[in-house]
């Protein structure tokens, strides 16, 4: 017999099943796994666009680049980042349970 809709394991309910791998003679939760993969995902993405930023903040000052080249990259380089990381953040905070 299914559960009824909404309960337990049904349709639109926030409770999962919790699943296990064995590797190695283990048991790995892999929603552990997952949890933790975002978040380094979501960290190293953050990181990557800090130290963009800080560069081209850096090499215009120090007279490496024009203001022109930095608004070049900034837009070539930077403004990608800035969506990817939006979006991995988003989804990162969205996909957290509890």
Do not use: C, H, N
Request: glycine share 14%; charged share 20%.
């Amino acid at each position: 017999m299914s559960p009824p809709e909404g309960g337990p394991g049904g349709p639109g309910s926030d409770v999962r099943p919790q699943q296990l791998m064995r590797v190695s003679g283990r048991e790995i939760d892999l929603e552990t796994v997952r949890e933790k993969t975002r978040s380094r995902l979501a960290q190293l993405l953050v990181v990557l666009l800090v130290l963009v930023a800080l560069s081209l903040i850096g090499l215009t000052a120090w007279g490496k680049l024009s203001i022109d080249e930095a608004k070049d990259l900034a837009g070539t380089v930077l403004s990608p980042l800035i969506a990817v990381t939006g979006t991995a953040l988003g989804f990162y905070f969205g996909g957290r349970q509890g």
